[in-house]
């Protein structure tokens, strides 16, 4: 697939290291699919949609600062929609998010409401000054805010804003943020594990299943193409939670 090219209309500035870039091209996503962002002369990079035409970009290193340098009217290649997304099931569902993660689910849970489901989200952030997307999630539902040094909602990670609720009300569980929190709300949900789907990130190369850089141990599931998202009965006794490979293949 050749990639797009698309050009920057609009830079939101979300918190100090977090922006949103919005593009000329509506490329209507299954929420929780990915593109592969070309950012000419630097390197191609996997980024989930936070809307139709958009991205939400976390500063980390090489690519998402070329990103951030960007202007409105400057353009960068796109392929995608790519990946397999969220699949929205029952009538009451969960999101937990932690940081960046809440991108896709932002665009998940906006979906979701407009089918009319209950949407009840609980996120995790650093400090208040991290926090995305409050309008967003609280526009579709309950929203529960937890933060690691107490400056917002509940002192504590985001599995510390599961004791306030009944999780087998839930229909399905969306997870999407760091892998420990992940695999912690996945193992305080046991028994639940054919209704959690969690948005997994792994180093992505050619975002087409044929490099095998994002295959997990040892079910080998090329995430680019199978994941994103995978369910999280198939993530039992492969190496989701406790390793991941780095861009050599060794683990780190
Ligand atoms: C499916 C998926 C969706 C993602 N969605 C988002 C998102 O919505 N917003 C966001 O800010 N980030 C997202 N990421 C992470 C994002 O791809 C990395 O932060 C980005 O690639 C870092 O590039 P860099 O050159 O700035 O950093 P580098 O300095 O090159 O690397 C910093 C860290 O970023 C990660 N990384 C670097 N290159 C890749 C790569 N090709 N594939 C996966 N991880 C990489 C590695 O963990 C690395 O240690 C997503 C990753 C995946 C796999």
Redesign the pocket.
């Known amino acids: 697939m050749r990639p797009k090219n698309a050009q920057i209309v609009e830079i939101v500035r979300e918190t100090a290291n977090v922006r949103t870039i919005r593009f000329d091209l509506d490329l209507n996503p299954v929420p929780g699919q990915?593109l592969m962002v070309w950012v000419r002369g630097v390197?191609e990079?996997?980024?989930?949609m936070?809307y139709r035409n958009g991205?939400?970009?976390?500063l980390?290193?090489?690519?998402?600062?070329a990103i951030f340098d960007l202007k409105v009217g400057e353009s960068l290649g796109l392929r995608g929609p790519l990946?397999n997304g969220f699949s929205l099931a029952g009538d009451k569902i969960l999101l937990v998010g932690g940081g960046?993660g809440a991108?896709?689910l932002a665009l998940l849970g906006k979906a979701a409401s407009k089918r009319g489901m209950e949407v009840t989200t609980l996120l995790g952030f650093r400090c208040c000054d991290d926090l995305l997307f409050r309008e967003r999630f609280e526009r579709i539902g309950e929203l529960i805010i937890t933060t690691d040094d107490g400056s917002e909602g509940i002192c504590g990670r985001a599995s510390a804003g599961l004791s306030c609720l009944d999780l087998q009300k839930f229909d399905q569980i969306y997870l999407c943020g760091p892998e420990p929190m992940m695999a912690d709300v996945i193992g305080r949900c046991r028994g639940m594990e054919t209704k959690i789907q969690a948005?997994i990130?792994?180093?992505?190369?050619c975002g087409m299943g044929i490099c095998g850089s994002c295959c997990i141990d040892p079910s080998g599931i090329r995430l680019c193409v199978e994941g994103?998202v995978i369910r999280a009965d198939r993530l039992a006794g492969t190496e989701f939670g406790k390793y991941r490979r780095?861009p050599s293949g060794l683990k780190n």
């Open positions: 990915y390197d990079v996997p980024m989930s936070s991205i939400t970009v976390q980390v290193g090489e690519a998402t600062r990946g960046v991108a896709p948005s990130d792994r180093y992505f190369k994103p780095g």
